[in-house]
């Protein structure tokens, strides 16, 4: 590791690697944020905006990258599950299956979503 950084509200760390990734942790659980992001050579730095909203690389490649730092999903199981099959257009059946969407469910875990939104979490 050549990096390390702290996201300026502290809920996130970015590290700069040898192996030619930057990547973004959660301090609370240790995993991974998203995917690693990949340069052509070793990551020499990996520092948040100030704002928190992206991640700026450089590496020995010669290269600097912005990223975007995702941004958290709250909410239920119930919402977020919901709000993953409007955007995806698939979702997990009883076995466990990825199974696509048809457009009437598509529109009903739609209108789901927005009478959750709308109604906020009593909607749930």
Known sequence: MRSVSFSPDGRLIATG????????WDP??????GPALHHDGEV??????PDGRRLLTASCDKT???WP????????LDQIRVWTAVLTGMELDANGA????NADTWLERQRQLQSATLAGSSGW
Do not use: Q
């Not at 020499?44 to 905006?49: G, P, Q, R, S």
């Not at 990825?98 to 969407?101: D, E, G, K, M, Q």
């Open 69 to 76: 730092v995702p941004t958290p999903v709250e909410g239920t």
């Open 28 to 33: 609370r659980t240790g995993k991974p944020i």
């Open 98 to 101: 990825i199974r696509l969407l």
């Open 44 to 49: 020499e730095v990996a520092i948040f905006t």
């Open 64 to 66: 600097a990258r912005f």
């Open 17 to 24: 690697s040898w192996d030619r990734t930057a990547r973004i």
